[in-house]
């Protein structure tokens, strides 16, 4: 897949120069290609959670 750089950086409203496109677009294709492998990985198993700490709220109910 072909990214546009320049319209990403127009969008995000960040200049940037012809070295900082060359290594934006090494990086972020990079990041693509890895959430690409993780798109592979069978996740039929794994419960959903919202965090993996298991760390639970310890707060008092809030009386008026």
Known sequence: MKLDIKHIA?????????????KLDKQLNETLDYIEMLQEV?????????H???????????IA
């Open 10 to 22: 127009k969008l995000a409203n960040l200049p940037i120069n012809q070295q900082e496109e060359k």
């Open 42 to 50: 069978n996740t039929d198993a794994v419960q959903p959670t919202a």
């Open 52 to 62: 993996v700490t298991g760390l639970e709220n310890v707060t008092r109910e809030d």
